[in-house]
């Protein structure tokens, strides 16, 4: 059975365009694999802490010698990654904020980046160990920054990603959307019509 596990990063609870596109790139998804089970992960209503000595230590002190909070802080972390490791295809619902990553996306990040975890060094250097899976990142934006500086958002995703070893990445965006209805308009039919092309080649891979 083919898992697909959606995580929602908005700082909105309602309205979020990357939440909607998200949604219904999803529901593509689900409907063109037979079988497909969804696993929502949702950052705004079950938000994570950010890092703090708590947090790192809980992190890197051995697990026979954690304390119970450790040993909570640890089980959470580890809850995320089993999660993460059991999705076939992983959809990122990623606002541009502040030409980069919501809060909340980041420190969903700094649970599932664990040394020995989901990611090692070798004698060639990094390896991550987070592998097999499809991803797919829809990044709504007020503007349009796609190909400028102002876009960090897509090199630190592709390179973060990628260091934990999801390497086939394809990105989804609406950008223009607080550019007047027209931009808004076309930002949407832009971004619903490269979701149906997603949903084509996922089935046809």
């Given at each position: 059975m083919t898992t697909i596990l959606q995580i929602n990063s908005a700082a909105r609870s309602q309205g979020a365009h990357s939440t909607l596109l998200s949604n219904e790139l999803t529901e593509k998804l689900q409907q063109s694999t037979s079988g497909a089970r969804v696993v929502v992960r949702d950052l705004y209503n079950d938000s994570l802490p950010h890092l703090d000595?708590?947090?790192?230590?809980?992190f890197f002190t051995p697990a026979d010698k954690r304390t119970p909070e450790q040993q909570a802080v640890a089980?959470?972390?580890d809850a995320l990654i089993a999660e993460l490791q059991a999705a076939d295809v992983i959809v990122i619902?990623?606002?541009l904020y502040n030409f980069g990553i919501?809060?909340?996306?980041?420190t969903y990040f700094d649970f599932?980046?664990?040394?020995?975890?989901t990611f090692k060094y070798g004698p060639t250097g990094p390896e991550g160990l987070v592998k097999g899976k499809k991803v797919y990142v829809v990044s709504a934006r007020g503007g349009k920054y796609l190909g400028t500086p102002g876009d960090s958002q897509t090199p630190y995703l592709t390179t973060f990603l990628g260091f934990l070893g999801m390497t086939d990445?394809?990105?989804?965006y609406a950008e223009g959307?607080?550019?007047g209805p027209d931009a808004a308009e076309a930002a949407l039919?832009?971004?619903?019509?490269?979701?149906?092309a997603a949903a084509v080649r996922t089935v046809a891979a």
């Open positions: 000595d708590h947090i790192l230590g809980s089980a959470r972390s619902g990623a606002p919501s809060s909340q996306l980041k599932i980046a664990r040394a020995g975890v990445v394809t990105f989804i959307l607080n550019m039919a832009a971004a619903r019509d490269a979701i149906a």
